[in-house]
């Protein structure tokens, strides 16, 4: 083109007139980050009871973590079936039922039973998160470290944010695997995106 980066992206850019941004994909990218926010909290928890200090914080950043993972996994799911919608005619329903409907719509019997479950689950937790209301409940005892906490801090924890994002890992598996669509638009698609199973799972905890 002639002229710096400055100037030729410039130039491009003001030609553009309109995009297009997969945000399930970065859904996907929130729901992991808070996966590792949840491992981390909980190995900060570990440590803290390991030097006679209060492990609170620590289960604070777990119950943190774990929250917004479950709820970010869901909204990739979501979005994703309303990326898949483009090719087929409206599906509508529950989100779980809808989002296992618009997939088989597009890739067949894609989603087995057991991914369907977990999609349950995941929509479920979602749902008792972000329509949350605080009630007295006894407390109970941490998964981990056998403590009495609360309710909620027993319930959102690295195992739940790491089950969360488990569906989405299934789930993308299953609608980018080569020869799943007779929609030749939607093969494109999941071409596309064909490696990005693998790429998120390196960015994962070790378990």
């Known amino acids: 083109m002639g002229g710096s980066f400055e100037e030729d992206w410039n130039r491009v850019a003001s ?51 774990a929250m917004s993972a479950v709820v970010a996994a869901a909204a990739c799911v979501e979005a994703l079936a309303n990326e898949l919608q483009q090719f087929v005619p409206k599906v509508t329903g529950p989100a779980p039922r809808r989002v296992v409907d618009v997939m088989r719509s597009v890739f067949g019997e894609v989603i087995d039973q057991p991914v369907v479950d977990e999609i349950q689950w995941l929509f479920d937790f979602r749902n008792t998160t972000i329509h949350y209301r605080a009630e007295w409940a006894e407390l109970q005892a941490h998964p981990a470290f056998g403590m009495l906490t609360t309710r909620v801090a027993s319930t959102y924890t690295k195992e ?21 669509s007779e929609i030749r638009e939607a093969g494109w698609w999941a071409s596309r995106w064909r490696s990005l199973p693998d790429d998120l799972h390196a960015e994962r905890p070790k378990r």
Request: charged letters at 30%; glycine letters at 8%.
């Open 160 to 180: 739940a944010a790491t089950r969360g994002v488990d569906v989405v890992e299934s789930v993308l598996k299953s609608v980018v695997k080569p020869g799943r």
């Open 15 to 65: 030609s553009i007139r309109s995009s297009k941004t997969e945000l399930w994909y970065a859904w996907a990218e929130i729901a992991i980050k808070d996966e590792r926010e949840a491992w981390q909290g909980r190995r900060a928890a570990k440590a803290a009871l390991n030097h006679g200090q209060t492990p609170v914080p620590g289960i604070e950043r777990e119950t943190k973590g």
